[in-house]
């Protein structure tokens, strides 16, 4: 069995910074590990994502403001979020797709961002 155990988020005015932590507990392998947000009446959409270790994907929305990192030793995923606006505001997601034995993808529950004008 695997967690994700999400924090960092909170509120922060337009302009500022947040950072967002993943951590995937267990040793089951990771292929990629990503973040993803749900603004209320939204679908939820892709925020980057780390395929492997070896590319990062990032929504044109937040290319060049949001970074995203892994330190693979900790497990954990870190989403660095700079030049909040408010339409960044959500509830951001974390996604870990696992290897072998399990060859599935979870989530976590979610943390809050709000950023206000």
């Known amino acids: 069995q695997v967690q994700l155990v999400e924090s960092g988020g909170g509120l922060v005015q337009a302009g500022g910074s947040l950072r967002l932590s993943c951590a995937a507990s267990g040793s089951v392998s990771i292929y990629g590990m990503g973040w993803y947000r749900q603004a209320p009446g939204k679908q939820r959409e892709l925020v980057a994502v780390d395929i492997n270790g070896s590319r990062t994907h990032y929504a044109d929305s937040v290319r060049g403001r949001f970074t995203l990192s892994r330190d693979n030793a900790e497990r954990t995923a870190y989403l660095q979020m700079n030049s909040l606006k408010p339409e960044d505001t959500a509830v951001y997601f974390c996604?870990?797709?696992?290897?072998?034995?399990?060859?599935?993808?979870?989530w976590g529950q979610g943390t809050q961002v709000t950023v206000s004008s």
């Open positions: 996604n870990v797709d696992f290897g072998d034995p399990i060859n599935q993808d979870y």
